[in-house]
């Protein structure tokens, strides 16, 4: 079945305690990119990744950090986190094959609930 | 101000009822309009895609974009409580790259 598997998808943790959460696709996707939603501000892009070993920032990647080493996997790292990270974090990837077409579309993973305290 | 504008509901209707959700923006670069629906503790799904103006068909679903206006819509017709769920518009511009820009959302509960 084709799928974003994120893990964990809940997560309470202390500040300033460094934390994974590991993001993978199996469709072979080149882009992935990682996105946080909150009330009232929807989805805000935090970084993206166009292929192996080439990512960038998003709207709000202050405090975070990402790798690409390998096509399916695009793991996100908080170093020191804070509470104003607090979150519903999202991976999600898309083809580019498909970009500009009606299948045009980004997959997304099931969702990872962050507390810091 | 945003680029994207939603009314974030909650929108509560009868079952059967047509619904119409909406979405503005200020730029004038997006050419492509998407909807996604997000159920509570998912991710979003891709539900609608549209590309520059005029409106696509897809069962229940319709999706109208008014470049003049900047204003894109999500009609549901003989709406069910399945359809009860977050509605997400997104765009993006011709020449990025998969970065889209997503609206808040808009909480719709179908009341059976």
């Known amino acids: 079945e084709a799928q974003v598997t994120q893990n964990p998808r809940y997560l309470i943790t202390v500040t300033g305690k460094k934390l994974t959460v590991t993001c993978s696709q199996n469709m072979n996707h080149e882009y992935m990119s990682w996105y946080r939603q909150d009330p009232g501000l929807g989805l805000r892009q935090i970084y993206y990744?166009?292929?192996?070993?080439?990512?960038d920032k998003g709207d709000v990647p202050e405090g975070y950090k990402v790798s690409r080493k390998e096509k399916r996997n695009f793991p996100l790292i908080l170093e020191s986190p804070s509470p104003n990270q607090t979150s519903l974090y999202f991976c999600?990837?898309?083809?580019?094959?498909?970009?500009?077409?009606?299948?045009?579309?980004?997959?997304f993973g099931s969702g990872t609930q962050l507390s810091v305290l | 101000q945003k680029e994207v504008e939603q009314d974030p509901g909650p929108l509560s209707v009868p079952e059967g009822a047509i619904v119409s959700l909406n979405c503005t923006y200020s730029?004038?670069?997006?050419?492509?309009f998407m909807w996604y629906r997000q159920y509570s503790r998912k991710g979003p799904e891709l539900l609608m895609y549209t590309y520059s103006s005029g409106n696509k068909e897809d069962g229940r679903f319709t999706a109208q974009v008014d470049k003049s206006s900047k204003y894109i819509s999500l009609f549901i017709r003989d709406s069910q409580p399945s359809d009860s769920a977050t509605y997400l518009c997104?765009?993006?511009?011709?020449?990025?790259?998969?970065?889209?820009?997503f609206g808040s959302g808009t909480r719709l509960l179908v009341r059976p």
């Open positions: 999600a990837s898309s083809s580019f094959r498909d970009r500009g077409r009606s299948n045009e579309k980004l997959f």
């Open positions: 730029n004038s670069a997006f050419q492509y």
């Open positions: 997104a765009m993006r511009r011709m020449d990025s790259s998969y970065k889209l820009i």
């Open positions: 990744s166009m292929n192996v070993e080439v990512t």
